[in-house]
């Protein structure tokens, strides 16, 4: 493939800008009562959108995804793109321990593999119960109605003794022997995929760190092919929590640990088909693992698929495409994928005008005789 | 108050960043201020370890400002302060590591800062609550169908 530069179309670029911001304040003509969508409306009333911003940009800025969703006017792969280009402007100052999610401040937590589960199960905020009709009073909600919601709910609910943390599900099960032993790599260093390339093949750490910025939907997509068959993953939400995970960084002149801030993030662990030991041991069952920014559930389940999909594949090959890690891992980013999209509109006019010719040129000795 | 110094940035952070900075600049008002290292805005790397091997893995960055400084008096006192707080602010990493400084060597101004430390802390108190609210709100006890015991009545 080959690109030509082009020069001209300042203005109608310029133009093509301007058109875009009439479009997202033309609500405005002749409206008094118009305004502006405020910053922190975006970050509570559109939170999953919010939500699916910082995991796929890959930093934890609420506020600058909401930005980014104003600018954008809701395009989650813009508005994933431009708060990529933000941290690219920014010095790496600190990394933080690895961190371990049983600290985590929950706001919901199930398990599917167990009804009764230490600490208990909460349901927490979730619409999977809900039916999935249209809400029409909302479409006139009136502003004092709106207020009220949030205070009544809170003068309703009791007071809570609960504890600030709670016990992993796979542990217990690993305390029985049921699963497989933790990793011998366990306190190395894992691979940074904002630094380094991806060069087949790559460790897990570079799988998760893919995935857990990967687009939702992407993912979302190949877990898919192997739930409905393409994979034999078959698997069983032992946990799946959600809730804030306090940041630790050393104190600069204590060195003591602080907690510099929180994350929202969504956490799911899988219990998959068990399978023999190889060095002799017992049988375990085979383990998954997903965790992104934010609250979102169907992209941590579909990455805990897809992380067992991809030990099976590293370890007896790939027999499907979500087994196969350069496949998966290569396909999901959303900024990659929509870069790659949307180059096709850019103009092509001289490969296209090679082409032209080829075709007339082929066509010509095809009439001729042979 | 009784938080321990590592608790403090959680704390205080439970207040605005104005209210933060101008209180900074109250308590140094009679002081000398040093950068140990220079107020910086810049990103984190969260490391985390997976649930199901423990191998550690990056989630993500965030964003992350830092701030060491030392405080002098005109007695000759001196003190050291830092600050590592997840925020695209240098001048609150600035201002938290001063309010660090005269907290822990009790320099003038230090019972505004552990005032505004309670203070945030109740704030922060009152976040965790309600988390825990939501929790005990939806607690869940799912029954087998073949069996009588029905949660639906409990709160």
């Given at each position: ?10 203005q ?28 922190d ?41 431009a ?25 919901r ?44 709910w ?31 790599t ?45 994979g034999?993953?078959?698997p ?92 998966v ?42 | ?13 439970a ?67 830092g600050a ?55 607690r ?16």
């Amino acid at each position: 493939m080959s690109y030509v530069a082009i020069k001209g179309g300042g203005q109608a670029i310029a133009g093509a800008a301007a058109v875009s911001e009439y479009l997202r304040t033309e609500e405005g003509l002749g409206n008094t009562g118009a305004e502006p969508l405020a910053i922190d409306a975006i970050l509570h009333q559109l939170r999953h959108l919010v939500d699916r911003v910082v995991s796929e940009g890959g930093v934890y800025h609420p506020r600058f995804a909401a930005l980014a969703i104003k600018q954008s006017m809701g395009d989650t792969l813009e508005a994933a793109f431009a708060l990529r280009a933000w941290r690219s402007t920014r010095p790496r100052l600190s990394e933080t321990p690895p961190l371990d999610t049983s600290r985590m401040r929950l706001i919901r937590r199930i398990s599917a593999a167990f009804k009764d589960i230490p600490g208990g199960q909460m349901l927490g905020p979730t619409p999977d119960y809900a039916l999935r009709l249209l809400r029409l009073e909302l479409m006139d909600e009136s502003p004092d109605a709106f207020r009220a919601v949030a205070r009544n709910w809170l003068e309703k609910c009791p007071e809570a003794e609960l504890p600030d943390t709670f016990p992993k599900v796979l542990d217990a099960l690993r305390a029985e022997g049921l699963l497989p032993p933790v990793s011998a790599t366990r306190g190395q260093t894992a691979f940074d995929i904002t630094r380094e390339p991806l060069v087949f093949p790559v460790p897990r750490s570079a799988q998760l760190a893919t995935m857990a910025r990967a687009e939702t939907g992407s993912l979302l997509a190949i877990a898919y092919s192997n739930m409905r068959g393409y994979g034999d993953v078959h698997p069983t939400v032992a946990e799946l929590r959600v809730g804030y995970l306090p940041v630790m960084l050393p104190h600069p002149v204590t060195g003591e640990f602080v907690e510099a801030g929180e994350v929202l993030i969504t956490e799911c662990e899988v219990v998959a088909m068990y399978e023999a030991d190889e060095a002799g041991g017992k049988p375990v069952f085979t383990i998954g693992y997903g965790a992104c920014f934010g609250h979102n559930e169907v992209k941590a389940i579909s990455m805990a698929i897809l992380d067992r999909a991809l030990q099976k594949g590293m370890k007896d090959g790939a027999n499907n495409p979500s087994e196969d890690p350069e496949f998966v891992l290569l396909h999901v980013d959303g900024v990659d994928s929509m870069g790659f999209a949307s180059h096709y509109k850019m103009p092509h006019y001289v490969t296209f005008q090679s082409d032209l010719d080829r075709l007339r040129t082929t066509q010509q000795k095809s009439g001729e005789p042979a | 108050m009784n938080l321990e110094r590592k608790d403090w940035i959680r704390a205080l952070t439970a207040h605005p960043a104005t209210v933060l900075n101008a209180l900074a600049e109250d308590v140094t008002a009679g002081c000398d201020v040093k950068f140990k290292s220079l107020p910086q805005a810049g990103l984190g790397l969260l490391t985390l370890t997976d649930g199901a091997f423990h191998e550690p893995y990056y989630l993500g960055e965030f964003p992350l400002s830092a701030c060491s400084i030392e405080l002098s008096l005109s007695d000759g006192r001196q003190a050291a302060g830092g600050a590592q707080v997840m925020a695209d602010d240098a001048e609150l990493a600035r201002s938290l590591a001063i309010l660090d400084a005269v907290l822990a060597a009790r320099f003038p101004g230090w019972e505004r800062v552990s005032a505004h430390i309670e203070s945030g802390a109740s704030r922060r108190a009152e976040e965790d609550r309600r988390r825990r609210v939501m929790l005990a709100a939806t607690r869940v006890d799912f029954a087998m169908l073949n069996n009588a015991e029905d949660d639906d009545d409990e709160c």
